[in-house]
């Protein structure tokens, strides 16, 4: 009922205020969705799917788990645009920008590299049952969904699950992080991933040890390959 109440108010505050950038809070034209066009023009791209041989964030998984290929839309930096739009998505509620901020990569994966064609089945990194029912939605999955538009690959959010709730990653180290995840996700229909090539999506790939932690699940349940997607990456 809340979440009615809350999403009648947003619509409401659409009629009475022009819809604003998520970057500069500008309006936005008629053209423009989430962010102006100067904002979008100042997103922080890797640009990585152009080049092959970037190992720069494969490295992250290197010697723990064998990830097939890691895709990130934007380099992720403390107070730039893109923890900006992050932050939006995650607390703010803002899953639509999630959506949209996914199909704009997914077109330019679709028409500059190879990636949609070595590829199954998407999944979002799941959020835990209480932490889904306190935010309303799973911003890997809005992620997800607008990949799967623009790449045209099936997404599905039945098969992988995180069993165990902890604290929140955001301040802990590699190794506190690995602690808190490493037994935390469960293959729930692992027939619905044997011998698929899997592409697990999330917003933020940083030191990568719940990407890992999901890798090892879906490898172990009999995967072909698992890869990584992500909105945005920090350098190292
Ligand atoms: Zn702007």
Redesign the pocket.
Known sequence: MFRFIQAALVDFTDLLFPTL?L????SLTANEKI??A??RIRLPETGQHREPYDQNLLNKFAGKVPIQFVASYLFFSRHNLVQKLIHQIKYKGQKEAAKEIARWYGHQLKTESQLANQIDVLIGVPLHKSRFQQRGYNQADSIAEGLSEALNVPMATDILARTRFRDSQTRKNRLDRWENVKTAFAVLRPEAVEGKNVMIVDDVLTTGATLEACSIELLRAGCKSVSVITLAATHR
């Open positions: 950038c970057g500069c809070r500008c962010l102006c100067d904002c």
